[in-house]
């Protein structure tokens, strides 16, 4: 499986990735909203897009659909029940559906509502396995909720999903956010350390090059993961008082999401 990650440099700070097969050339086009980029990079590799996949509905996610159909026939895949969100749509995906790329490259579908209720993320079937995160999962963070997500369905996501992917999973997500989420995990969790070691390696970063972190690595430093730190829960009990002595998890969660959209 080859992957080439686009930075689209606009002001939302998308990621766009093309994912080939290295028999065939044929590639998978995610969320190619800077379609002239992702054009621009299948030339340059010699490969052929042949599909397209959104991630979920938002316009930042779908805006390069029709140019990218328009310039290779390729064929828009997306989440079963997002048709009425997404033009043209033509093959709707449920969990564990398989993607196939050329002869060998297989991506398996995840279900991952909270963003969006219609939010698909891929797991590669590859001996180092790699997760296409979208909007659910960031570098250092989660996505929002604002525009048809749902917290509770968002948590849920994280703990019976992600959580248990191999720690060794490399995370690609739809946004370059790394270093404010971690200046974010440090507000929460000071005494962080692996967070206090990574904030200067992405600090004014150049995000066409930036780091790919593994999901084992997100669970040292991403304080959506990090629900059970008794620094994360002192610093929410300050910013929410009523909070239990011994919160559960998705309370943690929750609440977490909360500063973050305030922060």
């Known amino acids: 499986m080859l992957v080439e990650r686009i930075w689209t440099g606009n002001s939302y700070r998308n990621y766009n990735y093309l994912i080939a097969c290295p028999d065939t050339g044929e590639a998978l086009a995610i969320d190619p909203l800077d379609h002239e980029k992702c054009l621009a990079a299948a030339k340059a590799r010699g490969w052929q897009i042949t599909q397209i996949l959104n991630t979920h509905e938002h316009h930042d996610h779908i805006g390069g659909n029709d140019a990218v159909v328009a310039a290779t026939g390729a064929k828009v895949i997306a989440h079963h029940r997002a048709g009425g969100r997404i033009p043209n749509m033509h093959r709707g995906v449920r969990a564990g559906d398989i993607i196939k790329v050329g002869k060998r490259v297989e991506l398996e579908c995840l279900d991952t509502p909270g963003h969006t209720m219609c939010h698909v993320c891929l797991k590669s079937h590859t001996d180092e396995p790699a997760l296409f995160s979208g909007d659910t999962l960031f570098n250092a963070g989660a996505g929002n909720c604002h525009n048809g997500g749902n917290v509770a369905d968002l948590y849920a996501t994280f703990a019976d999903q992600l959580d248990k992917l191999p720690d060794n999973t490399r995370v690609y997500p739809g946004h370059d956010y790394i270093e404010n989420n971690l200046r974010f995990t440090l507000?929460?969790?000071?005494?962080?350390?692996?967070?206090?070691?990574?904030?200067?390696?992405?600090?004014?970063?150049?995000?066409?090059?930036?780091?790919?972190?593994?999901?084992?690595?997100?669970?040292?430093?991403?304080?959506?993961?990090?629900?059970?730190?008794?620094?994360?829960?002192?610093?929410?009990?300050?910013?929410?008082?009523?909070?239990?002595?011994?919160?559960?998890?998705?309370?943690?969660?929750?609440?977490?999401?909360?500063?973050?959209?305030?922060?």
């Open 187 to 263: 507000d929460r969790e000071p005494d962080n350390a692996a967070a206090t070691a990574m904030l200067p390696r992405v600090t004014g970063h150049d995000p066409a090059n930036s780091v790919v972190t593994t999901l084992g690595q997100e669970k040292t430093f991403n304080t959506f993961f990090r629900l059970k730190s008794a620094s994360v829960i002192a610093r929410l009990r300050a910013a929410f008082p009523d909070l239990p002595e011994m919160p559960d998890a998705k309370t943690v969660f929750t609440r977490l999401r909360e500063l973050r959209n305030k922060w």
